[in-house]
């Protein structure tokens, strides 16, 4: 009771002000909307874990249904650091109240505990994305002792933020090493650019798509991530190559995948025609050449819309 008429009593003190706001602008009135929009998530958190004739709380079903209402509605809010990250601590801490004692056993602990992980590595990606890498960086500490593929991504790809180039290459290839291969990579070395685009082929109707629906594995996204970085740090393009070929056997499909193969070629593409020795001349190898990634690049971005 004492909870509930708290709650309302808040509801009462923050719709106040905003009525005054509503009549000026949509920006004075936003941050009420915003203690609105978090006074509804506590609510509906207190719902979840307040006993009821001593039984536990809202069910693991329901829990699960909740968080993905929260996560959509996040998707709406302003991408402003201090309000977003206030949101998610708010989703975390409910969370880890939904944590009910249930006889001898607590109920719902190990989804709250992964739920909790999950809210940290999302205040992670906010921090880093705005620049804020003090705050990346403790919420990242907070999952040191978690041996997630998710961490080591978000972690390397905090380091390379920071400009640290070499440690977030290093974090990647040493973790990426260590996970298990999904098929044989054998035979990866002296594979050209040509090898890699005409063993391509466009899917078939009925085909599922890597990369849909969370299909791709860890080690796959930390191999995009590499060549990607290799690429941009000046390595040649055996080394990208490789990667992908790697890739292509796991995700051929993927479409985060096809795009970087086709910037790739269109890079080259680049290159050729900026070339001293390019010539514009039909029967020229420079323009031949320069045609050939054309035609690869548009392939793969293509790809990667259908």
Not at 143 to 157: D, G, Y
Not at 269 to 297: C, G, H, M
């Amino acid at each position: 009771k004492g909870t509930e008429s708290e709650l309302e009593n808040t509801r009462i003190r923050i719709i106040g002000p905003l009525s005054a706001a509503a009549m000026e602008s949509y920006e004075r009135c936003y941050p009420s909307l915003v203690k609105l929009h978090m006074l509804s998530e506590l609510e509906q958190s207190w719902s979840m874990f307040k006993p009821s004739n001593n039984t536990p709380g809202m069910n693991e079903e329901k829990k699960v249904i909740l968080m993905a209402q929260w996560d959509s509605r996040m998707r709406i809010v302003q991408g402003v650091l201090k309000e977003r990250e206030t949101m998610l601590n708010l989703s975390r801490v409910s969370i880890s109240e939904s944590v009910v004692p249930s006889g001898n056993k607590v109920v719902g602990s190990d989804a709250s505990a992964r739920a909790k992980k999950r809210y940290w590595l999302q205040i992670a990606k906010e921090a880093r994305r705005d620049k804020q890498f003090s705050t990346a960086t403790a919420a990242i500490l907070r999952l040191s002792n978690i041996p997630m593929p998710e961490v080591i991504i978000e972690r390397a790809k905090l380091l390379w933020d920071k400009e640290e180039f070499h440690k977030a290459i290093q974090t990647i290839q040493k973790t990426k090493d260590m996970l298990p291969a999904q098929t044989s990579s054998g035979g990866s070395s002296g594979l050209t650019a040509s090898e890699i685009s005409l063993s391509i082929k466009s899917p078939k109707e009925g085909d599922l798509k890597s990369g849909q629906s969370g299909l791709v594995d860890a080690k796959t996204k930390m191999t995009l991530l590499l060549a990607r970085w290799l690429g941009q740090t000046g390595h040649n393009d055996n080394a990208q190559l490789t990667l992908y070929r790697d890739i292509m056997k796991t995700a051929p499909y993927w479409d985060k995948y096809l795009f970087e193969v086709g910037k790739h070629y269109d890079q080259a593409y680049v290159n050729t025609i900026n070339t001293p020795e390019y010539s514009e001349e039909y029967e020229s190898d420079r323009f031949k050449q320069a045609q050939k990634w054309l035609k690869y690049a548009v392939s793969h971005y293509g790809r990667c819309v259908e």
